[in-house]
């Protein structure tokens, strides 16, 4: 095994943990794959090096399929929220040091949260966000979530601000958003000093609360 590449459990096979199963495998990294329909193991045989059907709610299956060994772990299981619950506390159980566990809406993200679980992802919930700063923006370039309230977006710097230096635009004081990066071509400057000037197809890294992010005037 390389100096970069990891054991990864994935915990569901549908379609947003068969993603990452998938791609995972294709980074270099090394796939434990299960799922509780064996049908579904039979897809992941020819993908997977290892892949289990089992009751994942029982920690002895969890260990015997090699859970126990894994640097990071995604419960990705889908509709089933009690099983999805029961799997994530097992495996925080098992002391997995990074757990990553998928959400189908608010109340299951919640309670994954309150029981220990820090990285809960909404797949559908963040993509919806994504499609809305897309059609909101014509200068959208990508957005990420960083946390519940916070995002962070790329945007081609608008042509008001060509030739004006960050301390002139103070996006801070009039948007309550930071510029924590720009980039210019294959140059990153992190962090921008105040007196750049913005110049013509530069790409504007902002980190903000979401909403004031959206409500950018400049981003229509």
């Not at 299956?61 to 619950?85: F, M, P, Q, T």
Request: proline share 3%; with cysteine; glycine share 8%.
């Amino acid at each position: 095994m390389s100096h970069h590449q990891k054991i990864i459990g994935v915990i569901g096979l549908g379609r947003f943990g068969g993603s990452v199963a998938k791609n995972l495998t294709s980074m270099g990294h090394e796939v434990i794959g299960i799922d509780s329909d064996p049908k579904v193991v039979q897809s992941f045989s020819e993908i997977l090096s290892h892949v289990v059907a089992t009751d994942t709610t029982k920690e002895q299956n969890l260990i015997e399929a090699g859970v126990g060994s894994c640097d990071a772990v995604v419960v990705a299981i889908g509709s089933d929220i009690k099983s999805s619950i029961m799997t994530s506390l097992v495996v925080k159980d098992m002391n997995i040091g990074n757990i990553v566990a998928k959400a189908n809406d608010p109340l299951h993200a919640k309670v994954l949260t309150k029981i220990g679980i820090e990285n809960v992802v909404q797949p559908e919930k963040d993509m919806g966000e994504r499609v809305a700063f897309y059609l909101n923006s014509k200068s959208f370039v990508n957005y990420l979530t960083i946390s519940s309230q916070i995002c962070l977006a790329e945007v081609e710097a608008p042509h008001l601000f060509v030739g004006k230096s960050l301390e002139e635009i103070k996006m801070r004081d009039n948007h309550r958003v930071s510029v924590a990066a720009i980039k210019r071509g294959e140059e990153m400057l992190v962090p921008p000093l105040s007196t750049e000037l913005i110049q013509k197809g530069d790409i504007l890294f902002l980190v903000g609360k979401k909403q004031n992010i959206a409500k950018l005037n400049f981003l229509n």
